[in-house]
């Protein structure tokens, strides 16, 4: 009788145990799709926009005139005072995934990231600018052949009233750029813009970012070979391609408010029609003017206010708002990926997966372990 009641109950402990290993499975396997495998089946469906090529060039010249380039924005790494551990955890994890699933499957030529970088940089200490930027080197490595371009924005620096050299000089030993910076790849130009620094208001910063950005301009003037600049004024400018740059910035052109934007990741309807304030939320009209007539840029983007939205300047000039790249901003976060030649650009938008999706798988797996 006690051996046949020893059977039964190490049977009964067999079918318990592998039950419990079934749910064990279950609920390793929802962890492993919901923070690795979701990322590579959103982002496989993506797919570069195809781009004009000149008729003239021969197909193995046009293979490599397009810059494959993907633009986010916004990342927010959180710092040491308005951080809560479990916050970064979760947002950070998801843009480190993200970022290292699309490189790995869209394999870009270049990286754009447009400003805000970071959530405290305006008041972190030495040492919590030392441990974000160390945070963000992990979240964001990239392979030697892509490359990574960092824009400044007010939340690295500050605000016009708070961003100092001190700020600035520290970005730039990071991320190599300070006033404005001009970069050329397979015949396309890119201009950085410090957008903080345009207040103005004769600062010494903002001045500094002035005549950098008017050097610039007097460079992309030249290089297209422009009947109304002379050769001699020309003469000791280095030669770029005669290509109308594309202006990457953190803040927007000006714009009243965001009304006119539309899509599922473009602002609520409650905030669209909050009028924008000059200087805060975007560019006084005066800097967005000057940008404009200094480089005649055949496209903008820009970030700033977390959402998408396309406006277009001067009835011809295409500025696209890059929305914010992390859940803690979105529950929807996404980035732009674009085909650029040195006459032409298309562009597309690739989402992340939602932050309510992962959650409702999650609490689905929840609740089918509770039944169980």
């Given at each position: 009788?006690?051996?046949?009641?020893?059977i039964?109950k190490?049977?009964?402990?067999?079918r318990r145990?592998?039950?419990?290993?079934k749910?064990?499975?279950?609920?390793?396997?929802?962890?492993i799709?919901?923070?690795?495998?979701?990322?590579?089946?959103?982002i496989?469906?993506?797919?570069?926009?195809?781009?004009k090529?000149?008729?003239?060039?021969?197909?193995k010249?046009?293979s490599?005139?397009?810059?494959?380039?993907?633009?986010l924005?916004?990342?927010h790494?959180?710092?040491?005072?308005k951080?809560?551990?479990?916050?970064?955890l979760?947002?950070?994890?998801q843009m480190?995934?993200?970022?290292q699933t699309?490189?790995s499957?869209l394999?870009p030529?270049?990286?754009?990231?447009?400003?805000?970088?970071?959530?405290?940089?305006?008041?972190s200490?030495?040492?919590?600018?030392?441990?974000?930027?160390?945070?963000?080197?992990k979240?964001?490595?990239?392979?030697v052949?892509t490359?990574?371009?960092v824009v400044?924005g007010?939340?690295?620096?500050?605000?016009?009233?708070?961003?100092?050299t001190y700020?600035?000089?520290?970005f730039?030993?990071?991320?190599?750029f300070?006033?404005?910076?001009?970069?050329?790849?397979?015949?396309?130009?890119?201009?950085?813009?410090n957008?903080?620094?345009l207040?103005?208001?004769?600062?010494?910063?903002?001045?500094?970012?002035?005549a950098?950005?008017?050097?610039?301009?007097?460079?992309?003037?030249c290089?297209?070979?422009?009947?109304?600049?002379s050769?001699?004024?020309c003469?000791?400018?280095?030669?770029?391609?005669?290509?109308?740059p594309?202006?990457?910035?953190h803040?927007?052109?000006y714009?009243?408010?965001?009304a006119?934007?539309t899509?599922?990741?473009?602002?609520?309807?409650?905030?669209k029609?909050i009028p924008?304030?000059?200087?805060?939320d975007?560019?006084?009209?005066e800097?967005?003017?000057?940008l404009?007539?200094?480089?005649?840029?055949?496209l903008?983007?820009?970030?700033?206010t977390?959402?998408?939205?396309?406006v277009l300047?001067?009835?011809?000039?295409?500025?696209?708002?890059?929305?914010?790249?992390?859940?803690?901003?979105?529950?929807?976060?996404?980035?732009?990926?674009?085909?650029?030649?040195?006459?032409?650009?298309?562009?597309?938008?690739?989402?992340?997966?939602?932050?309510s999706?992962i959650v409702a798988?999650?609490c689905t797996?929840g609740?089918?372990?509770?039944?169980?």
């Amino acid at each position: 009788m006690r051996s046949h009641l020893g059977i039964m109950k190490t049977r009964h402990l067999k079918r318990r145990g592998c039950f419990l290993l079934k749910l064990l499975c279950l609920l390793v396997l929802a962890l492993i799709f919901c923070e690795f495998v979701v990322y590579y089946v959103v982002i496989f469906q993506c797919r570069w926009p195809d781009v004009k090529i000149e008729a003239h060039r021969s197909s193995k010249q046009s293979s490599v005139s397009v810059v494959k380039a993907m633009f986010l924005a916004d990342t927010h790494l959180l710092g040491e005072i308005k951080g809560h551990w479990l916050d970064k955890l979760r947002r950070e994890w998801q843009m480190e995934r993200a970022f290292q699933t699309a490189l790995s499957l869209l394999q870009p030529d270049i990286v754009f990231i447009l400003g805000d970088v970071f959530d405290e940089g305006k008041w972190s200490s030495s040492q919590a600018w030392a441990d974000d930027v160390r945070r963000f080197q992990k979240m964001f490595w990239h392979p030697v052949q892509t490359e990574l371009m960092v824009v400044v924005g007010n939340h690295d620096i500050g605000f016009h009233y708070e961003m100092n050299t001190y700020k600035l000089k520290r970005f730039a030993k990071v991320f190599n750029f300070t006033a404005g910076k001009l970069v050329s790849r397979k015949g396309v130009n890119f201009v950085l813009v410090n957008s903080v620094a345009l207040e103005g208001d004769g600062c010494t910063i903002c001045s500094i970012a002035e005549a950098k950005l008017t050097k610039l301009s007097q460079q992309l003037n030249c290089s297209q070979e422009e009947q109304n600049h002379s050769k001699k004024r020309c003469s000791d400018m280095t030669q770029l391609p005669a290509s109308e740059p594309i202006l990457l910035q953190h803040y927007p052109l000006y714009r009243r408010s965001d009304a006119e934007c539309t899509g599922e990741d473009s602002a609520l309807p409650e905030e669209k029609n909050i009028p924008f304030k000059e200087k805060y939320d975007v560019l006084s009209k005066e800097a967005s003017q000057k940008l404009l007539w200094w480089f005649h840029p055949r496209l903008i983007l820009s970030a700033h206010t977390h959402s998408a939205c396309e406006v277009l300047h001067d009835g011809k000039i295409p500025e696209i708002s890059v929305p914010s790249f992390s859940w803690r901003n979105r529950n929807n976060p996404s980035f732009i990926m674009g085909s650029i030649t040195s006459s032409d650009f298309s562009l597309s938008k690739c989402f992340l997966p939602l932050e309510s999706s992962i959650v409702a798988m999650y609490c689905t797996a929840g609740a089918l372990l509770v039944v169980l």
